[in-house]
């Protein structure tokens, strides 16, 4: 029985070891030591023939069982019943499906390739529809020489890892969310700690909890909002693309309603509208801001997608939340959406995109003349930004919406090909050559799902709207320089499996399994 520091949580261990191959017997178990289990083996082996340790661990968290050393020790005992050839094939035919999600790049060379395999094999290895509390912004990832950010679940998971997970394993998708689910009153509680109300997610929450847990004095968590934003969008996206209406109702309606009504208490009524003041958007910035662009575009976002579950449900939405959706002050500065009040292009980390992550993913409207304006504004001091966590990888797809393909293969090189590392292709938080500081960790989940929720939603032009999947193309699919299109065998939409097909310059093509494609 392992204990966390600070005895916040126990978690249940137990393993069972075998020989093959030769006569050892069973083995002699020494006292768990050095954290680690012992099991000695002794014997003789011929000379000529194969011996193999088989090693089978079982790991259960208390918050899945509250006696979770003995429940460990069940489900070692039921896997070694099974044994280990099982297990491995299980394993290998659960790998099978999900390979069959394998984004197939036409026309980018092999190491595109290798480096979309890398991302969705990184990703799905820290995905599962059984994980009881999300998973931390690397995943399953520690090392000895960085925190990692202590394991907590961050609004990063919810804005850049369950878009791609809900088209290729949306049960593990559904169980990051579930997470949010178990501790909405955690989030209840924080709304009412500050004042408001509704739901406000915490900044850094804990696993077990979901309260709270950025280091004191935890100056984040005072004024970045946008994470309540991120957590309900991502409900929102789920329940559209899964077309699950229980799910709708049960568990994405508490929480879109619950945001909204945050949002309500939050934002201020003044002449010019209603505007959020002391926020801070995705830039980690010294001092808060009045209206922070991409928190306000993302709370009109937000507010709408309550507005249609609510229609979606019967019921009947706060009259507010409209009326803050259509008056909500976005900054501008012409036809440019800016950061925020005041902002300036010299300011602490004045290059941050977060406008643009407004647009995409997360599809707050604009007219066709601010979204390019704003997009090339941004884009034009990429070189000042790029090389940061989260927003890099995104780069490549913002420039392609604006049809330079050339532009979006560099960028998308600068902002996410020069992150991976390696001959393991980890793909780091931060590009080596620009924070030579910074330790190398990964794989970073925010860099990986920004990648893929770009392939798969971004340069194709998919996104769910009402109907059926087939008419989910905003535009035609807008693909980097040689690259001549995009594929994927298996997503699931709607609950049934579908193919992915897009063509650069041609809207892309959603098919069933089982349907078959046009003669020519």
């Known amino acids: 029985l392992g204990e966390s520091g600070g005895a916040l949580s126990t978690c249940g261990l137990a393993g069972v070891a075998s020989v093959e191959g030769g006569d050892f017997g069973d083995p002699a178990r020494p006292a ?19 011996v193999r340790l088989r090693q089978i661990v079982s790991v259960v968290p208390d918050v899945m069982h509250t006696s979770p050393d003995q429940h460990a020790a069940r489900l070692a005992a039921k896997a070694a019943d099974d044994g280990f050839e099982a297990l491995r094939a299980a394993n290998r035919a659960m790998w099978d499906e999900l390979w069959k999600g394998r984004i197939r790049l036409l026309g980018a060379g092999e190491r595109w390739q290798g480096l979309v395999d890398a991302a969705v094999f990184y990703l799905n290895c820290s995905a599962h529809r059984a994980s009881p509390a999300s998973t931390s912004i690397f995943g399953l990832a520690t090392w000895h020489d960085y925190h990692y950010y202590y394991g907590h679940v961050m609004w990063d998971i919810e804005a850049f890892a369950v878009p791609p997970l809900c ?24 709304a009412r700690l500050f004042g408001r109300r509704g739901l406000q997610f915490p900044w850094e929450s804990a696993p077990r909890t979901g309260e709270e847990s950025a280091p004191v004095p935890g100056t984040a968590a ?18 559209r693309l899964t077309a699950d209406h229980e799910f709708l109702r049960t568990q994405a309606w508490p929480v879109l309603s619950g945001v909204a009504d945050w949002i309500a208490s939050r934002a201020t009524r003044t002449a010019r509208g209603y505007e959020i003041f002391a926020s801070m958007g995705i830039a980690e910035r010294e001092e808060p801001v009045a209206n922070a662009a991409f928190t306000n575009m993302a709370a009109v976002a937000v507010l709408r997608d309550a507005i249609e579950a609510a229609e979606r449900l019967g019921r009947v939405p706060d009259p507010a939340w409209l009326q803050i959706a259509e008056q909500m002050v976005l900054p501008r500065r012409g036809p440019v959406v800016i950061s925020h009040d005041g902002y300036r292009r010299d300011e602490e980390k004045g290059a941050t995109p977060d406008p643009l992550m407004g647009i995409f993913p997360f599809g707050c409207a604009l007219s066709a003349e601010q979204e390019a304006a704003t997009l090339e504004f941004y884009l034009a001091q990429a070189e000042s930004y790029i090389g940061s966590p989260m927003l890099s990888a ?51 989940f925010a860099n990986i799902g920004g990648f893929l929720t770009g392939l798969l939603f971004g340069f194709t032009g998919l996104w769910p709207a009402p109907g059926e999947p087939s008419g989910w193309t905003q535009r035609d699919a807008r693909l980097p320089s040689g690259w001549r299109g995009l594929e994927v065998e298996r997503l699931w939409l709607g609950g049934q499996p579908v193919s992915l097909s897009a063509r650069h310059g041609a809207p892309a093509e959603i098919r069933a399994l089982g349907e078959r494609a046009p003669e020519a």
């Open 32 to 50: 768990f030591q050095y954290g680690q289990f012992h099991a000695e083996f002794r014997g003789r082996a011929r000379a000529g023939r194969t």
């Open 167 to 190: 088209l290729l394993q949306p049960d593990a998708a559904r169980s990051f969310l579930d997470y949010r689910s178990r501790c909405l009153e955690a989030a209840r509680n924080n």
């Open 222 to 239: 005072w004024h970045e909002d946008h994470v309540s934003l991120d957590v309900a969008r991502a409900f929102a996206l789920h329940a």
């Open 394 to 444: 995104l780069y490549g797809v913002w420039a392609a919406r604006l049809g330079d393909r050339r532009q979006a293969l560099r960028l998308l090189e600068e902002g996410y090909g020069r992150f991976v590392q390696g001959r393991f292709l980890q793909t780091l938080e931060y590009r080596a050559d620009r924070f030579p500081e910074q330790p190398r960790a990964g794989p970073f």
